[in-house]
């Protein structure tokens, strides 16, 4: 233990002089007692309480990616599980040593539990909001994942549902804990590639229909709307963190192949500008249909930083530039930990019921743009006013 170290000249020192060898026949029989904690030591603090966490949604991104990281966590637990699947629920319990369970008729017995103080969302988008309010209603805090919902309207119910029960909401949008992509705004904000410029990001990847986790992402009830929903919406949060002010206008256009049978409900693509008040613009871009990637590049006066992949969950590369030198590649930390930070994060913010570093109002703007990047590439690029 650190600090606590007893050596032999203490325990002598400690003894007082007193014979520590009796003569054999003048020896007792030793006896085991308690003593008081003498001296001072530096120990460890207890362990922190912890806050308890219901799962709700068992795919594959909650049980590969976040259930792990509530494991890494300092502040949270897992104490429930909520699935259709009950078999499934059932081994990840064994596993996890989770021992509650409910499914999607009898989730609202969750407000009488006592064993939960938050539940994490992780359904396909069109459910967030009813889970979400739900999980509200029954007096938890709750972390959805991004994006927040299928519609502005889902939004501010959403956020109107956590005012009346005083309970706080967050938007999981995970790169704003992870290390890198901190250290990226950490440098553009303290101008070490000049004033920025411009910004730009893509994310995409293929969707196969035959595979679960990508078959619903291509069904618009579930789903909301294509890859800009699902994937393009890091680009379009980075772009917005990055310049950290309110867009005034956007225009985009669809970049859907023809005639592709897996895009008969949402877009397989779609590219996007917006324009700022300073006169700095961003675009993106969005697919389903790109290999896998995820990208960000930021222009300065002096230089630049590129960030490829932007997003990952384990991987991120980042160079910064300056005029004709050679990039110099940057590392601030392990991207792994993203997960439990973020969960971190938002157990010390809702036990002091305190908004989350991504709340759900940052959720809304998400959506609110969004849906007038939509409105904009159904209208073939009309530039749209925000």
């Known amino acids: 233990m650190t600090g606590f170290r007893i050596d032999r000249r203490s325990l002598l020192a400690a003894a007082g002089g007193l014979p520590l060898i009796a003569s054999a026949a003048g020896a007792a029989i030793p006896k085991a007692e308690g003593q008081p904690l003498a001296g001072k030591f530096n120990l460890p603090d207890p362990p922190?309480?912890?806050?308890?966490?219901?799962?709700?949604?068992?795919?594959?991104?909650?049980?590969?990616?976040?259930?792990?990281?509530?494991?890494?966590?300092?502040h949270a637990r897992m104490t429930a599980f909520v699935s259709g699947s009950p078999d499934k629920a059932r081994d990840l319990g064994t596993r996890y040593g989770v021992s509650k369970f409910y499914d999607y008729i009898t989730f609202d017995r969750i407000a009488d539990d006592k064993e939960i103080d938050a539940v994490y969302i992780a359904l396909p988008v069109a459910l967030h909001a009813e889970y979400t309010i739900r999980a509200l209603k029954a007096g938890k805090h709750v972390l959805c994942e991004k994006p927040m919902a299928s519609t502005v309207a889902e939004c501010e119910a959403m956020i109107a549902a956590a005012k009346t029960a005083n309970r706080q909401l967050g938007i999981a949008y995970r790169v704003h804990f992870e290390p890198n992509n901190m250290d990226a705004i950490k440098r553009l904000r303290a101008g070490e590639i000049g004033d920025l410029r411009y910004f730009s990001g893509e994310a995409g990847f293929v969707a196969n229909p035959d595979y679960p986790p990508h078959k619903w992402r291509l069904q618009k009830t579930l789903a909301g709307g294509g890859s800009m929903y699902d994937i393009g919406i890091y680009a379009l949060n980075a772009a917005l963190w990055t310049v950290d002010e309110t867009p005034v206008s956007v225009s985009a256009v669809y970049s859907t192949p023809a005639n592709d049978p897996r895009f008969k409900e949402v877009e397989g693509g779609v590219e996007w500008r917006l324009r700022f008040p300073s006169g700095i613009s961003a675009q993106g871009a969005s697919s389903y249909c790109w290999t896998y990637a995820t990208r960000q590049r930021f222009f300065g006066a002096q230089g630049s930083i590129s960030m490829d992949p932007a997003s990952d969950y384990n991987q991120i590369n980042m160079t910064m530039q300056h005029a004709d030198l050679t990039p110099v590649t940057l590392r601030a930390g392990n991207p792994a930990v993203q997960f439990s930070a973020q969960i971190d994060a938002f157990c010390v913010a809702a036990a002091a019921n305190q908004p989350h570093q991504t709340p759900g109002e940052m959720g809304l703007r998400d959506i609110r743009i969004i849906q007038a990047i939509y409105k904009s590439a159904d209208a073939n690029g009309q530039i749209v006013t925000l």
């Open 48 to 74: 922190k309480e912890r806050m308890r966490w219901a799962v709700v949604g068992l795919g594959s991104f909650a049980v590969g990616q976040m259930m792990p990281g509530f494991i890494a966590a300092s």
